[in-house]
């Protein structure tokens, strides 16, 4: 062989390997690009009972396999919700989290739907004695029909143990 095509040989040879070893480190070595979800997650530490506002609420890029069950992925489907549970920032919004679609804040955002929050005076005597901390019934149970005052138009309902 001339010398020519030995070069041209030996250059060839050198191309190829060049070729073959970025093809190498760019399929071991470098960082893979993964599919990724935009997801609503907290801007800021929140308790439990807060309405959820549109500065609440950030769109961040969640990696498609790490996206938990139960994501909210647009933030006008989690405004106007009150959260059942306190977040941290940076926490991705679950479903599970918000209640209906509300305006009420607080904790009175939390009860469901029928049943309702009641104070009761607790003494010490009461304390001692008692075998529940509370007790959670449905309005229905107590009276079928409650007033827009609040008050039960049943007035046949006495407590368990009331002889009057």
């Known amino acids: 062989m001339d010398r020519q095509k030995k070069l041209l ?8 390997a060049l070729l073959l070893t ?13 599919k990724t979800l935009k997801m609503v997650v907290a801007t800021r530490d929140m308790p439990m009972g807060t309405l959820l506002k549109k500065s609440d609420l950030k769109l961040v890029n969640y990696p498609e396999g790490q996206v938990p069950k139960g994501s909210i992925f647009q933030v006008a489907a989690a405004e106007n919700h009150v959260l059942l549970t306190g977040m941290n920032s940076n926490e991705p919004v679950l479903q599970s989290k918000l209640s209906d679609m509300t305006t009420v804040e607080g ?3 939390t009860i469901d739907r029928g ?23 449905p309005m229905q149970a107590i009276s079928p029909k409650i007033d827009e005052a609040g008050t039960s138009a049943n007035t046949n309902f006495r407590p368990s143990g009331d002889k009057r």
């Open 107 to 109: 904790v009175a955002s």
């Open 22 to 34: 970025w093809f190498y480190y760019s399929n071991a070595v470098a960082p893979k690009t993964e």
């Open 9 to 16: 040989l030996f250059g060839a040879a050198w191309l190829s």
């Open 115 to 137: 049943y309702r929050a009641v104070s009761v005076q607790i003494t010490e005597s009461a304390v001692a004695s008692a075998k529940h901390s509370y007790i959670a019934c």
